[in-house]
C-alpha cells in the first residue's frame, strides 16, 4: 500500500520505517528542512535504539523516502498517517495547529481524497470536530489510530503493540488502516474516532495515576520506616494490580505524560468536569519532581559551593529526549541556592543545554561528574549508572558522599557498605538520616 507519513518526529518517523519494513511504499514528510535533510542521507536526527537500523533497511529496499512537504509531488497514496505534534497550549490544552495544518496539506497534496489516519495525540472529540468543519463536503476519511509506543523502545514496541486502536465510521477507511498493520499480531480495537481518541488519553492518565498513587505511598514508606520494594514485591503478586509502573522515583517526565494528563484536565474543565484525581496526580508528580532539592536541603546545612553531581539529563534512560525531564527540575534552584552543579548524560548532555543555567557543567563522562562532588543525585536509571564501578568512584567522591537515588536504581545496602550515605524514595530502612525518612512519632 502506499503511504504518507507527517511528522518525523519520535512517532512518525518509526511509523514510517516500521511500515516501510512491512512492505509499504512510504514516503516520510515535515517541514523541517534539517530533519529531512539528515533522513535523506540515511542519519536518523533522534536517539532511538533500532531506529538507525530500520531507516536504512527501508531506504536499501526503497520503500522508505523522505521529502520536505514543499517538494513533495506525485500522490501521497491510499492512506496518510498524521504523526505531527500537539504541543500545550497555555492553559495546558493540546494545540492543534499542526494538525490541522498537516490535514491542510493533504486536502492539497491529494484532492482526490483518500484516508486521514491520525496518530497525533488529540483531545477525544477532535476527529468528530474535523469531520464537521475541515473535512466536510470532501472525499477524505477521518480515522483516529492512536500510538503507544515508548521512547526508547519504540522499534520494538512497533512490531510488538499490546493492541491496535483503529477508531471510524466508514468500514473501508477502517479495513485501509487495519491493512497496514496486517503482518503485526495484535488484538485490533475497532470504535468510534472519539472512542480511540479517549482510549489513549484514558491509557496515560493511568499509567500516571499508578506512578502518583506508589510515590505516595513510598513518602509513607519513608516516614514509616517502610520499604516500598516490598512493599511492590507485596501488592504486585495480585494479578488485579501486578508491578507495571509502580517504579517510585522522581516522577513522569517525558512529552506525553505531563502534557496529556494536563490536556486531559483541561478538556474536563471545558466539559463543565472538574477531574479531582487526575488533578492529585499532577500535584503529587509536581512535589515529586523536587524531592532532589528537598533531600540536599534536609542534609546539607546550605547549599552554597557545595559541589553536586547530576547523573542523567533524560526524562528516561535510552533516549535523548530531555522535554519535561524530572532530572532538570531541581538543577535551576540548586544554583539559586549557591551550589556548583555538575551534570552527565550518556547521550542526552547537549540536549539538555538549553534547559540549564550557564553555570552548570555538563560534563563528557561519568567519572568527571562525580569527583570532588559532596553530593550525587541519579536523576536518570541509565544502565551506565547502574553497572557503574561504585567502589571506585567513592575514592572520588569528597565526605559525606552523599547518594540520592531518584530512581531507586541502586543496592542500598551495597552503597552504605561502599561508604555512600544513600537516600533513596520510600526505601526508608535504607536511609541513614533526615526527617524525610526517619519514622516521626508514632502514628496510630
Ligand atoms: C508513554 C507511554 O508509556 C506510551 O504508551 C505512550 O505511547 C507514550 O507515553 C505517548 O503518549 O506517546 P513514554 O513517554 O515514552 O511513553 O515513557 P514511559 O516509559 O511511559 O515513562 C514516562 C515517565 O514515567 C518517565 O519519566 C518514567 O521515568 C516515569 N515512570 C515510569 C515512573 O516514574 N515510574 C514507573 O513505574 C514508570
Known amino acids: 500500500m502506499k503511504v504518507t507519513v507527517i511528522g518525523l518526529g519520535y512517532v512518525g518517523s518509526v511509523a514510517a520505517a516500521g511500515?516501510?519494513?512491512?512492505?509499504?511504499?512510504?514516503?516520510?514528510?515535515?517541514?523541517?528542512?534539517?530533519?529531512?535533510?539528515?533522513f535523506t542521507a540515511g542519519r536518523v536526527p533522534i536517539y532511538e535504539p533500532d531506529l538507525g537500523k530500520i531507516v536504512a533497511e527501508g531506504m536499501a529496499s526503497r520503500h522508505l523516502l523522505f521529502r520536505h512537504a514543499d517538494e513533495f509531488v506525485?500522490?501521497?497514496?491510499?492512506?496518510?498517517?498524521?504523526?505531527?505534534?500537539?504541543?500545550?497550549?497555555p492553559t495546558g490544552a493540546?494545540?492543534?495547529?499542526?494538525?490541522?495544518?498537516?490535514?491542510?496539506?493533504?486536502?492539497?497534496?491529494?484532492?482526490?481524497?483518500?484516508?486521514?489516519?491520525?496518530?497525533?495525540?488529540?483531545?477525544?472529540?477532535?476527529?468528530?470536530?474535523?469531520?464537521?468543519?475541515?473535512l466536510r463536503h470532501n472525499s477524505f476519511q477521518y480515522v483516529s489510530n492512536p500510538e503507544f509506543l515508548r521512547?526508547?523502545?519504540?522499534?520494538?514496541?512497533?512490531?510488538?503493540?499490546?493492541r491496535i486502536v483503529i477508531g471510524g465510521s466508514a468500514p473501508a477507511a477502517v479495513e485501509a488502516v487495519r491493512s497496514l498493520y496486517s503482518g503485526i499480531k495484535a488484538p485490533v480495537v475497532v470504535t468510534d474516532t472519539s472512542s480511540a481518541e479517549m482510549i489513549k488519553y484514558a491509557a496515560n492518565a493511568f499509567l500516571a495515576t499508578r506512578i502518583s498513587l506508589i510515590n505516595e505511598i513510598a513518602a509513607l514508606c519513608d516516614r514509616l520506616g517502610a520499604s516500598i520494594d516490598d512493599v511492590v514485591s507485596g501488592i504486585g503478586l495480585d494479578p488485579r494490580i501486578g508491578r507495571h509502573f509502580l517504579r517510585a522515583g522522581v516522577g513522569y517526565g517525558g512529552s506525553c505524560f505531563p502534557?496529556?494528563?494536563?490536556?486531559?484536565?483541561?478538556?474536563?474543565?471545558?466539559?463543565?468536569?472538574?477531574f479531582e484525581l487526575l488533578r492529585a496526580v499532577i500535584t503529587v508528580n509536581n512535589r515529586q519532581r523536587l524531592l532532589p532539592i528537598y533531600a540536599l536541603r534536609e542534609r546539607f546545612a546550605s547549599l552554597s559551593n557545595l559541589d553536586v553531581a547530576v547523573l542523567g539529563a533524560s526524562f528516561k534512560p535510552n533516549t535523548d529526549d530531555v522535554r519535561e525531564s524530572p532530572a532538570l527540575d531541581a538543577?535551576?534552584?540548586?544554583?539559586?541556592?549557591?551550589?556548583?552543579?555538575?551534570?552527565?548524560?550518556?547521550?542526552?548532555?547537549?540536549?539538555?543545554?538549553?534547559?540549564?543555567?550557564?553555570?552548570?557543567?555538563?560534563?563528557?563522562?561519568?567519572?568527571?561528574?562525580?569527583?570532588?562532588?559532596?553530593?550525587?543525585?541519579?536523576?536518570?536509571?541509565?544502565?551506565?549508572?547502574?553497572?557503574?564501578?561504585?567502589?571506585?568512584?567513592?575514592?572520588?567522591?569528597?565526605?559525606?558522599?552523599?547518594?540520592?537515588?531518584?530512581?531507586?536504581?541502586?543496592?542500598?545496602s551495597k552503597m552504605l557498605t561502599l561508604g555512600y550515605e544513600y537516600c533513596g524514595i520510600g526505601r526508608g530502612n535504607h536511609r541513614l538520616t533526615g526527617?524525610?525518612?526517619?519514622?516521626?512519632?508514632?502514628v496510630p
Open 331 to 412: 538543577v535551576p534552584l540548586l544554583v539559586d541556592e549557591g551550589a556548583r552543579v555538575r551534570i552527565y548524560d550518556p547521550v542526552a548532555g547537549e540536549q539538555a543545554r538549553t534547559r540549564l543555567p550557564g553555570s552548570v557543567e555538563i560534563t563528557g563522562t561519568l567519572v568527571e561528574c562525580v569527583r570532588g562532588t559532596q553530593a550525587i543525585l541519579l536523576l536518570t536509571e541509565w544502565s551506565e549508572f547502574l553497572e557503574a564501578d561504585w567502589e571506585g568512584l567513592a575514592n572520588l567522591v569528597a565526605e559525606p558522599r552523599f547518594l540520592f537515588d531518584g530512581r531507586n536504581a541502586l543496592d542500598p
Open 259 to 274: 502534557k496529556d494528563v494536563r490536556a486531559f484536565d483541561q478538556l474536563a474543565l471545558n466539559n463543565a468536569y472538574s
Open 19 to 38: 511500515l516501510a519494513a512491512a512492505g509499504h511504499d512510504v514516503v516520510g514528510v515535515d517541514i523541517d528542512r534539517a530533519r529531512v535533510k539528515a
Open 435 to 442: 526527617a524525610l525518612a526517619t519514622p516521626r512519632a508514632a
Open 151 to 162: 521512547e526508547g523502545q519504540a522499534v520494538h514496541d512497533w512490531f510488538h503493540p499490546d
Open 74 to 89: 506525485g500522490s501521497a497514496g491510499d492512506v496518510v498517517l498524521v504523526a505531527t505534534g500537539t504541543p500545550p497550549t
Open 94 to 134: 493540546a494545540d492543534l495547529d499542526q494538525v490541522r495544518a498537516a490535514i491542510a496539506w493533504v486536502k492539497t497534496a491529494q484532492p482526490r481524497g483518500c484516508v486521514i489516519a491520525v496518530k497525533s495525540t488529540v483531545p477525544p472529540g477532535t476527529g468528530r470536530r474535523l469531520k464537521e468543519t475541515l
